[in-house]
């Protein structure tokens, strides 16, 4: 089996609740890009990236489609079954830019599993579950609307509760935290998330104003440096998330006593090949991970539903996936990946088990063959 071509489409995403807020940042919509990409056998895969804005992390929606119009000449031909020669080729193509290596990525592994007929989950390692357990991340709002909304999705059947923090006054953040804290049962994990937004001094004293609380801070500052240079400071575990761009930096995060779990991004460290040996490195350095994206459609949400049902129970914090907070994002033949009760029911069918509804969609932007 061999590359013929690749298509490129674009699609936008509408934020169902007019927009999505972050510390630093906020959208409204979001850039997405499909790849489709051809083989002369005729089976077809399809990867995706959707940058969550330009200033979430070093992404950018318009880059990732020049980055695949750099890459993809160099892809035709190869066996998208190799896929450690497909990301040398890459490699090879350009340097960085793992996001648009992503998509790339899982479309070669969506090729996969329609070859052999099998799905994604089993030819990574095996699914330990038929549904995977998900989260809910809260938006900042008044102490009551956080604390409300966040037992609402509690109710739901979500097993971990995300607070969106930073970009306020931190004592704002504190009250909101610690009602959540109180509306929560103790069995829910809570996380609070200030996205990069909190000094390394905030950091510290939101740690010391709620070191009664069992919760987890999920990337407080900007950098790792920051990080490392408190993370022995606070009273709560630390999770790294927009810092972890790579393997190098995963390992240094869990050996240098940094990080004690992550929030992980498939298009972060570049599509499923790379996620597959982060996972592993987690596992056998025994701390936890979420697999995620950033935002997207049911491309993929199901390539990080595929990778999170394989991940062991003890290391596993559950999929996020933007779909409760978009509008649909492209149509599909197949059923759409939805939560049922707060859990992710894996997609049906082999590959990624996701049949985009191509008449629907617009003309390719462009073509490689
Ligand atoms: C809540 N998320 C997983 C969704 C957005 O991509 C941001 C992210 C995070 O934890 O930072
Ligand atoms: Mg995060």
Redesign the pocket.
């Known amino acids: 089996m061999k590359i013929a071509e690749v298509r490129v489409y674009r699609h936008s995403i509408t934020v169902a609740d007019g927009r ?1 807020q ?1 510390s630093l940042s906020e959208v409204d919509a979001l850039d997405c890009t499909v790849v489709e990409v051809v083989t002369d056998t005729g089976l077809v895969g399809y990867g995706e990236t959707t940058p ?1 804005g330009p200033t ?1 992390q070093e992404q950018h929606a318009a880059g990732a489609r020049a980055a695949i119009a750099t890459m993809a000449p160099a892809l035709i031909g190869l066996d998208p079954r190799r896929t450690n020669l497909v990301y040398e080729r890459m490699d090879h193509a350009l340097n960085g830019h793992r996001y648009a290596k992503s998509a790339l990525d899982v479309a070669c592994w969506d090729l996969i599993g329609k070859s052999y007929g099998e799905r994604v989950c089993d030819l990574l390692g095996g699914a330990e579950r038929s549904s995977v357990p998900s ?1 809910f ?1 809260v938006m900042p709002g008044t102490t009551a609307e956080t604390a409300d909304a966040a037992q609402r999705r509690e109710q739901e059947g979500y097993p971990r509760i ?1 607070v ?1 923090a930073g970009g306020r006054a931190l004592a704002d953040d504190i009250e909101a935290v610690r009602a959540v804290a109180e509306a929560l049962s103790p069995t829910t994990k809570l ?1 609070v ?1 200030p ?1 990069r937004g909190w000094t390394t001094r905030d950091t510290m004293e939101f740690s010391v104003a709620c070191r009664d609380i069992a919760l987890t801070i ?2 407080p500052c900007r950098t790792f440096d920051e990080h490392r240079r408190i993370a022995d400071k606070i009273h709560h575990p630390l999770f790294l ?2 810092s972890t761009v790579d393997i190098p930096t995963i390992v240094r995060a869990v050996t240098g006593g940094v990080a004690q779990g992550f ?1 992980m ?1 498939l298009s972060r460290v570049g599509g499923l090949t790379p996620l597959r040996v982060v996972r592993d490195l987690c596992v056998e350095l025994g701390v936890p991970l ?1 697999i ?4 997207g459609g049911d491309i993929t949400a199901a390539a990080t539903v595929h990778m999170g049902a394989t991940v062991p129970d003890a290391f596993y914090e559950g999929t ?1 996936i ?1 779909e409760p ?1 978009q509008k649909p994002a492209y149509s599909c033949l197949t059923s759409p990946i939805r939560h049922v009760g707060g859990h992710i029911p894996l997609p049906e069918g082999v590959g990624l088990g996701v049949e985009p509804d191509l008449p629907t969609w617009a003309d390719p932007v462009a073509t490689y063959r």
Not at 292 to 295: L, V
């Open positions: 999505y972050m969550l979430y989260y991340g995300q969106k996380l998330d996205n999920e990337q998330d927009e929030g991004k979420t995620d994206d950033t935002w996020w933007s907070y």
